[in-house]
């Protein structure tokens, strides 16, 4: 498979001594699975870099493009809103330039989201990884918040993720959101898939299938705006 991993060389400057460290900075990760990226990626190993000076460990977030090259799925990781807006506009509106490489991802069916975050990143792979829609997903957690929030009013939940666990000894994979106080799991809920199967036929069935779906942002607001929609048409006079 044809890669075109990029890497940028860098100067870090530790955060610990103020000493400068080369860094490799994976700009564009293309994984496959001989090529060992989509691990690093997991285990943080391409964002970690060991001072030089000091030996201590710097986190460095930076943007960067992660394309699973073999499911033709790549996710945008931008860290600042900057590049969020370059990833839109040249996917939204590219130049003559830019244009056949973004002809040529749709010819490919490629599917396309972006993010702000590596956790957010990771729970994306994850969610593909079991098979699911990532857009039943996001409308799904306000589903789990709401319900949570029934029986602790008193909470105010800062995240939610999908999670998948296989407990010791048995096959399959339990799906789960887990539900963050104060960046604290205080919960989690397991994906019901009668409920999903009705989240998929009430909010989603109408969109696109998910690899045509144009949506490069799903997230918590995309699935607020979605269930707000819906509210609003099935409640006319109120408007
Ligand atoms: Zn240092």
Redesign the pocket.
């Known amino acids: 498979m044809e890669t075109h991993t990029m890497i940028e060389k860098v100067k870090i400057k ?1 955060p ?2 103020g ?1 400068e460290s080369d860094f490799d900075m994976y700009k564009r990760i293309d994984a496959t699975p001989e090529n060992g990226l989509r691990n690093r990626l997991l285990d943080n190993s391409l964002f970690t870099l060991y ?1 030089s ?4 460990k710097i986190n460095v977030e930076h943007s960067f493009l992660y394309n699973q090259l073999e499911d033709n799925y790549i996710v945008h990781c931008c860290v600042n809103d900057k590049d969020a807006q370059d990833v839109i506009n040249l996917l939204t509106k590219p130049t003559e330039e830019q244009k056949p490489v973004v002809n040529s991802l749709a010819k490919n069916n490629t599917m396309i989201r972006l993010v702000r975050n590596r956790q957010m990143l990771i729970e994306k792979l994850c969610i593909y990884d079991m098979g699911m829609d990532d857009r039943v997903i996001e409308v799904y957690k306000h589903i789990v918040a709401g319900s949570y929030l029934r029986d602790h009013p008193e909470d105010k939940i800062t995240k939610m993720l999908f999670d998948a666990v296989k407990p010791k000894g048995e096959e399959e994979y339990h799906k789960i959101i887990r539900i963050f106080v104060d960046d604290k799991n205080v919960a989690q809920s397991e994906i019901v898939p009668e409920t999903y199967k009705k989240v998929f036929e009430d909010y989603v069935s109408g969109m696109p299938v998910m690899r045509a779906d144009k949506n490069l942002i799903v997230n918590s607001a995309w699935a607020k705006s979605i269930i707000d929609l819906k509210n609003a048409a099935a409640n006319p006079a109120d408007a």
């Open positions: 530790c610990k001594c000493e001072c000076h000091c030996s201590c």
